[in-house]
Each structure stands twice: as structure tokens, then as C-alpha cells.
């Protein structure tokens, strides 16, 4: 059984690094392992922006996320500076993530056995 | 270690310049736009199937088949879905993106 | 960059675990957001005692040249903070040879220190590392 840690750099449908990362942290999930952390950064923080609305017969990366942070008790967390540079705060933050500061991508990559990349 | 390279090496340097770095034991897995790399008939396929020699490369099957590429895959490349992507990653001791 | 510093938590107890931790940079400046963004996390990592190297490979390698007057973008300069790393303990920053040379630099075009390596040292470099970052 491994920790991971999973540090997310796009935000949402833009890229496929969102899809990815998800994917990979549900079949480590369902193989045993624990996510450590999910560390949204850089355009990474719309991922918990509460304000999305995509077609209702595409997935929504949003709900995903937080349903699996729910399900498993993963820690989703948004890089404070990078979310105040592109205007998410508390007051549009989906229920279930956090914001805080990048110690807690570096805490991660101290804590985890792995620590997978994500990003454009 | 285990390099994953998301994006195509017809859009980006990317997987040419994975392939510089690798080390024994090294292992390459494609993945999203990077499966690119992983197909025949391309003028990309002579430097993968030289790598493919000296080192064990992968393709994120999801991936190859959301494409429409599952017909033109270089022999020798393992598929593996997102299960087998994690075994990868603790496999090896450490995961480099090529991104 | 004090938003970015500021406020380290220390959730988990951390004390003593030091990890080797490399940061690829491929990118070039002004572009993207990344070598910015990128060097942030670089400023925390030292914070947090953790023993940092950085590495410029392809287009990352022109994030360290000289002579970066960024008014005419409007854009904020932040070159000078690679000459900062020093003060925070970082000093292990090295350049790849053929990714400097294919672009016609030298090693007196940088803004800093760096040791310049061939991809067969940067390849070693990396295996002895235990947390890589790309951005």
C-alpha cells in the first residue's frame, strides 16, 4: 500500500491533466492505495471553482473531485497565490476543497512515496 | 525511474527529449496526447522503436483508443490501462512528467 | 512573492525528513506563467529545509539569461529572483549543454551561477533525486 501524492496544473477541459489525475488517483484507490493530497496549482485551482456549468451530458470534473475527496477523505487542496491570481476564493470555492499555501505541495512530496505530475 | 510524456512529438520536443535522460531502468509511459508517439508509419516511429531496444515503453490504452489509433501501435509497446499506470508509478522510486 | 511564502504550514509533522527534491524547468519566460510559478514552490521548498536542485533543459535554459527589462510587456521581472536563491541556500542549479548551446548561449549569459552539464550527467543527476517536479 502507497501514499501519493497528485499535484494537478491545468485547470478544468482546457487539458486532459484534470481527466488523467483523477483517473489515475480512482484505480489507486480502488488498487488499495491512499491519496496523500490532490494540490491544485497554477490554472489547477478552477478545478474547485464552485461556479462551473458544463453540458449536462459531459462529466463534471468539479462534482468528480469533490465526490472522491468525499468518498475517501482526500485532502483537495488549492494553492492560495495561484487562486488569488486567477480570482478563486472562499467565497467560490466548492465544498470540500481547501485553499492554503504551497507548504502543503512540498509537505506532500516530503510525505508521500510518490508524488505524480499532471500539467500541460 | 518512470517518465511519462503527455504530448505528442509532432507537436512538441517532448519525448525526444525524455529519451536523452533515460538510465537503466528507466520505463516511458505515453499517455493522453503523447500516445502519438506510440504509433507506426510515422517519421517519429525510427527514434521509438530505437529507444523501444534499450528500454521498456508504454501507452495509456484509454488513451490509444479514445484517438482512434488502436490499429497502429509499434510492436513492443505494452498497453496498459490506468490500473497498470499505477503500478507503474510504484514500481519505480520516482515518476518524472514530460510535459 | 509574499503571498506565496507566507503562512507555511506545518499540518503534519515533517521535522527532520529531508528529501532530495529537483525542479525540471522546460520552459521559456514570459510565455507561461510556469518558471514564475515554479520558482514560488522552489522559495518554499528551501523553507521547509529540503535539499533543492533546479534544472533547465530545452527552452527553460533562456529563464536564467541576463538582461531581462520586462516594462515594455508590463509584465513583472522576476529574473532577479534566481540571483536571490542563494540566500535561501539554493545554489545547485544546472544547465543542460546541448539545450544551451542549441540556442546559442554561453555560460556568461546567465544571471546566475550554474553548472553546466551534458544530458548523461543530468540523467544521473536525476536518478539520485526523490521528489521531480515539472511545472
Same mark, same amino acid.
Given at each position: 500500500m502507497m501514499k501519493f501524492g497528485i499535484l494537478v496544473n491545468e485547470g478544468p477541459y482546457t487539458h486532459q491533466a484534470s481527466d488523467t489525475a483523477y483517473l489515475f488517483a480512482k484505480a489507486a484507490i480502488e488498487k488499495?492505495?491512499?491519496?496523500?493530497r490532490v494540490f491544485f496549482y497554477h490554472d489547477g485551482?478552477?478545478?474547485?471553482?464552485?461556479?462551473t456549468e458544463p453540458p449536462q451530458d459531459d462529466r463534471h470534473i468539479v462534482n468528480r473531485w469533490q465526490k472522491l475527496g468525499k468518498d475517501h477523505h482526500i485532502d483537495l487542496v488549492v494553492c492560495v497565490a495561484a487562486a488569488l491570481r486567477r480570482g478563486i476564493k472562499d467565497e467560490n470555492l466548492m465544498e470540500g476543497f481547501r485553499i492554503s499555501g504551497l507548504g502543503q505541495l512540498v509537505e506532500s512530496g516530503i510525505q508521500s512515496d510518490r508524488l505524480v505530475v499532471f500539467g500541460d | 525511474m518512470l517518465h511519462t510524456v503527455n504530448k505528442s512529438p509532432t507537436e512538441r520536443n517532448a519525448l525526444e527529449s525524455c529519451f536523452k535522460y533515460l538510465k537503466k531502468g528507466s520505463a516511458v509511459l505515453l499517455i493522453e496526447d503523447g500516445v502519438? @508517439?506510440?504509433?507506426? @508509419?510515422?517519421?517519429?516511429t525510427k527514434m521509438v522503436e530505437q529507444t523501444l531496444k534499450n528500454f521498456p515503453i508504454y501507452a495509456l490504452y484509454p488513451d490509444i483508443e479514445a484517438r482512434g489509433m488502436q490499429d497502429r501501435v509499434i510492436d513492443g509497446i505494452k498497453l496498459v490501462d490506468y490500473s497498470g499506470f499505477v503500478d507503474l508509478v510504484a514500481e519505480h522510486t520516482t515518476v518524472q512528467a514530460w510535459l | 512573492m509574499s503571498e506565496a511564502t507566507g503562512g507555511v504550514d506545518m499540518e503534519e509533522d515533517t521535522s527532520g525528513k529531508v528529501k532530495k527534491f529537483l525542479y525540471v524547468n522546460r520552459r521559456a519566460p514570459y510565455g507561461t506563467i510556469y518558471a514564475l510559478e515554479s520558482l514560488e514552490v522552489v522559495l518554499i521548498t528551501a523553507a521547509f529545509d529540503q535539499d533543492v536542485s533546479l534544472a533547465f533543459i530545452d527552452d527553460g535554459v533562456?529563464? $536564467? $539569461?541576463?538582461?531581462?527589462?520586462?516594462k515594455g510587456i508590463d509584465v513583472k521581472n522576476f529574473s532577479p529572483t534566481y540571483r536571490a536563491l542563494e540566500g535561501y541556500d539554493i545554489e545547485k542549479l544546472y544547465v543542460e549543454k546541448e539545450s544551451m548551446e542549441t540556442r546559442g548561449l554561453k555560460e556568461s549569459d546567465f544571471i546566475v551561477p550554474v553548472k553546466v552539464i551534458s544530458a548523461q550527467e543530468m540523467g544521473d543527476l536525476m536518478l539520485t533525486q526523490d521528489v521531480i517536479l515539472s511545472f
Open positions: 488499495g492505495h491512499k491519496i496523500h485551482v478552477y478545478n474547485s471553482s464552485r461556479l | 502519438y @508517439g506510440a504509433l507506426k @508509419g510515422c517519421a517519429t | 533562456y529563464q $536564467v $539569461v541576463k538582461g531581462q527589462h520586462t
